[in-house]
T-cell receptor
Framework: GAVVSQHPSRVICKSGTSVKIECRSLDFQATTMFWYRQFPKQSLMLMATSNEGSKATYEQGVEKDKFLINHASLTLSTLTVTSAHPEDSSFYIC?????????????FGDGTRLSIL | AQTVTQSQPEMSVQEAETVTLSCTYDTSESNYYLFWYKQPPSRQMILVIRQEAYKQQNATENRFSVNFQKAAKSFSLKISDSQLGDTAMYFCAFYDSNYQLIWGAGTKLIIKP
């Protein structure tokens, strides 16, 4: 078990468009989900941590009004990139941690390649 | 500061050989959790193996095993009988005091036929 589904896998859209990315834990409950951004040939950069039913905690330098996160249930978190611009083009990847202990490993989705024209 | 260092940017070995990826870390915590993740060209991040620092026994998962040296703050990954499907970026990581992952820069592993 521990499957995380991320959708869509690829988005190409015009500048100014808002884009929503979904992250679902399919076979487990996840109190905490994480959103990362990955630049080419680099490791993951944490953007924010979301806990079910509460506001997300954003890392320094990440605009919370730009990257809206909702974690309304124990199996779903969404990231909305509002009014996306070319500099937002990147690979976004979510992870989920099983409910039951903060020491549980994170399980990752397949990622979303976002391209803003 | 809590950091993870992977000193090998890229490695390549022949199929069926054994390869060891190095990882060192720095933390002042006494108990923590260490992980190796694999990211193949498909970009999915896959958990390979994990180790709890308070356990002295090295973790193993089939062909994957670790050499955990707590005093040296070293956490290397050994892949036995390497396969073409093992070609990927490998990231070493550990949980900081806030249980957020601290990542190494990664090692690109190429398995040659």
């Amino acid at each position: 078990g521990a499957v995380v589904s991320q959708h869509p896998s690829r988005v190409i859209c015009k500048s100014g468009t808002s884009v929503k990315i979904e992250c679902r834990s399919l076979d487990f409950q996840a109190t905490t989900m994480f959103w990362y951004r990955q630049f080419p040939k680099q490791s993951l950069m944490l953007m924010a941590t979301s806990n079910e039913g509460s506001k997300a905690t954003y890392e320094q330098g990440v605009e919370k009004d730009k990257f809206l996160i909702n974690h309304a249930s124990l199996t779903l978190s969404t990231l909305t990139v509002t009014s996306a611009h070319p500099e937002d083009s990147s690979f976004y990847i979510c992870s989920a941690r099983k409910t039951g202990g903060v020491n549980q490993p994170q399980h990752f989705g397949d990622g979303t390649r976002l391209s803003i024209l | 500061a809590q950091t993870v260092t992977q000193s090998q940017p890229e490695m390549s070995v022949q199929e069926a050989e054994t390869v060891t990826l190095s990882c060192t870390y720095d933390t002042s915590e006494s108990n923590y959790y260490l992980f190796w993740y694999k990211q193949p060209p498909s970009r999915q991040m896959i958990l390979v193996i994990r180790q709890e620092a308070y356990k002295q026994q090295n973790a193993t998962e089939n062909r994957f095993s670790v050499n955990f040296q707590k005093a040296a703050k070293s956490f290397s990954l050994k892949i036995s009988d390497s396969q073409l499907g093992d070609t990927a970026m490998y990231f070493c990581a550990f949980y900081d005091s806030n249980y957020q992952l601290i990542w190494g820069a990664g090692t690109k592993l190429i398995i040659k036929p």
